[in-house]
């Protein structure tokens, strides 16, 4: 049917002959659906997988109805079989905290805000929390400068010292830092000015920052986009801005994502980001009362190939079905990538910046159906919206969504609002599952992957295909950490692989390096002609812990009233937050 409305239209035939025929043999056809079944116990604000059958949950401190220890509870741990939550106990207020995961499999949640509405929890500003996933319902969060000593390998980048609905100058942290610290570029540990996040003010929380094959990193904010040598502390490359003025950052949030990295493109970077809004980020403009819910966002995505002659030839720019802010870009194991959550109009932040909220919203039309994007397919017929399924329930400011090992996209959270809240829109705790047609059908399996999984190393699955099974494919993927809808890390590596003639085992070799995929957590999918298995979870690399300096370590921590003196000297009159030995 599609193959027949292209030769009509399409003045490409073959190469939209091809493009058609690829796409039939690799995606699995069928329906989509669409289930609410669970409750996330604390809104999901921020959201991760940790292992495969649990996800990590942060909110902020509120009135949540999920207690524990006699007080309200700000994280819990979801099961992703029982679709029930369990408290967790972190020490510090999560709120706009970011997370990654160490190469040891370690989740490390870092940054948040001062207790602001439930008097529990410490100041969770210049925090560092470390997890260890557990399927047996024992693993707690730990907030100790002694784990924060012990790890690292994340960098984190920008931010600022204090809570603003746009950065500005007053409050910017315009600095990344690693973690575990490093004596790099004169710092012994101490954050490391980026000029960058000078220039990108305001609209600059949450920049995009992507680890390239290269080792380089990919980095976009507001209108602008760079390639950044973290080793020398330089921009190798600046990068042509986003066309047509569309800002990116929160709270002019645009979603976005490194497309899959295979053997086919030899491993050849390129990103995609998509929405956002072209409003001026003036301080003046961002006053109370002046914007409006009603301001429409972008339709735009933007998409780049990060080599030489992807980079001459700029920006390609195409445009979604509808416009959205504050989207989430999931990955799925097929390749493809599914836009979720977010609104129509309006803005990422909550509070009533603008002159007409919606209860504390700033943004209203909330974006109910998803839409999907083939990179593969010819231009113009990458996006579609045919038989996605339409929700009820607005995601937006604070909400969330992933991949699960299964490969179905959860999708939770959304909360505008200071405290727990049941008018339009509400704190959102109900869960909802929506899964891909190939769901529905016959699922490859396999057993033999081992705990660790190293770079070019060869492992061999026994596999059990589906009947007739002909293209068969091995991809990892990292599911990332969401928040604010940016997925950080999300990651999909195409591995290389041979099926014996019997068609029973696989021969798998690891990824080719660790800039391709940073050592850690990846869930391993077979597919056999788009048909994913079940995701199981390794860690790429030996599992070692990443290196540790000491002295750097030292003195980041001595160093850290810096930033206590700054924010109580800006909140007079307001408790003093204490930065207690478990609060770094
Ligand atoms: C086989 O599947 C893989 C992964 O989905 C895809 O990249 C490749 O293009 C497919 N090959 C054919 C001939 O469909
Ligand atoms: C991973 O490393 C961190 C920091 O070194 C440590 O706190 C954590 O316990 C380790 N996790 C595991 C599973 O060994
Ligand atoms: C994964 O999804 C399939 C449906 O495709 C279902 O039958 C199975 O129980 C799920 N497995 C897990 C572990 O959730």
């Known amino acids: ?69 006699g007080h309200v509870a700000w994280a819990a741990e979801l099961n992703l079989v029982t679709r029930t939550v369990r408290p967790l106990n972190p020490a510090s207020n999560t709120w706009c905290g970011t997370g990654s995961f160490l190469s040891n499999g370690t989740m490390v949640s870092s940054a948040g805000t001062a207790v602001l509405i439930v008097p529990v929890g410490e100041n969770g500003l210049a925090s560092i929390r470390l997890f260890d996933p557990c399927e047996d319902g024992k693993c707690d969060v730990i907030e100790d400068q002694r784990a924060r000593l012990e790890d690292g390998s994340v960098l984190l980048f ?89 800002r990116i950052s929160a709270p002019l949030s645009a979603g976005a994502t490194l497309l899959p990295l295979t053997p086919e493109n030899n491993y050849t970077p390129e990103v995609l980001i998509c929405g956002g809004s072209t409003i001026s980020d003036d301080l003046a403009v961002w006053k109370p009362g002046i914007l409006s819910s009603q301001t429409p966002t972008s339709d735009q995505c933007v998409r780049m190939l990060l080599n030489d002659e992807g980079i001459a030839a700029g920006w390609q720019v195409e445009h979604m079905p ?15 990538v599914t836009i979720v959550n977010g609104a129509h109009t309006g803005f990422g932040t909550s509070g009533g910046i603008v002159r007409d909220p919606i209860g504390l919203s700033d943004s209203d039309h909330p974006a109910f159906t998803p839409v999907l994007y083939d990179p593969i ?93 002909e293209n068969v494919s091995v991809v990892i993927m990292d599911f990332g950490f969401a928040t604010h809808g940016v997925h950080m890390d999300q990651r999909l590596v195409g591995l290389v692989s041979e099926l014996s003639d019997d068609k029973t085992k696989l021969t798998v070799t690891g990824p080719p390096s660790a800039t391709i995929y940073s050592p850690g957590p990846a869930y391993v999918f077979v597919l056999a002609d788009g048909v994913p298995s079940f995701g199981s979870k390794t860690l790429i690399g030996t599992g070692a812990q990443p290196p540790l300096d000491e002295d750097a370590l030292a003195n980041v921590l001595s160093s850290l009233p810096l930033y206590w003196d700054k924010w109580t000297a800006a909140h007079p009159g307001e408790p003093v937050p204490v930065p207690s030995a478990t609060s770094a």
């Open 1 to 69: 049917m599609k193959l027949s409305s292209a030769f009509l239209f399409r003045p490409l035939l073959i190469s939209v002959l091809v493009g058609s025929i690829a796409t039939q043999a690799q995606y699995a056809s069928g329906q989509w659906s669409l289930v609410q079944d669970g409750l996330s116990g604390v809104s999901a604000l921020e959201l991760a997988v940790v292992s495969e059958t649990t996800v990590m949950i942060f909110d902020k401190v509120e009135s949540n109805p999920l207690q524990t220890n």
């Open 158 to 246: 920008g931010g600022s010292w204090d809570a603003g609905v746009i950065n500005n100058p007053t409050i910017h942290n315009p600095t990344y830092e690693f973690f575990p610290p490093k004596n790099i570029h004169g710092h012994n540990g101490t954050p490391i000015y980026s000029p960058f996040l000078q220039n990108t003010l305001n609209d600059n929380y949450f920049p995009f920052v992507i680890t390239l094959p290269d080792g380089n990193l990919f980095i976009a904010a507001n209108t602008q986009a760079m390639i950044f040598d973290w080793k020398t502390n330089k921009e190798v490359r600046s990068l042509p801005g986003i066309p047509n003025g569309v």
């Open 322 to 336: 509808e416009p959205r802010t504050m989207g989430e870009l999931i990955l799925l194991p097929d390749g493809r």
């Open 377 to 469: 397919a010819p231009l113009g017929k990458r996006f579609t919206q045919e038989g996605l399924p339409t929700s009820d329930i607005a995601r937006l400011y604070h909400s969330t969504s992933s991949l699960t090992p299964n490969g179905t996209i959860l999708l939770a959270g959304s909360n505008p609002n200071l405290d727990v809240e049941t008018h339009l829109y509400p704190t959102e705790y109900r869960l909802e599952w929506l899964s891909p047609p190939y769901m529905e059908k016959p699922r490859p399996t396999y057993t033999g992957l081992p705990k660790t999984f190293d770079y070019n190393a060869k492992i061999t699955l026994d596999v059990d295909l589906p009947a007739g099974a």
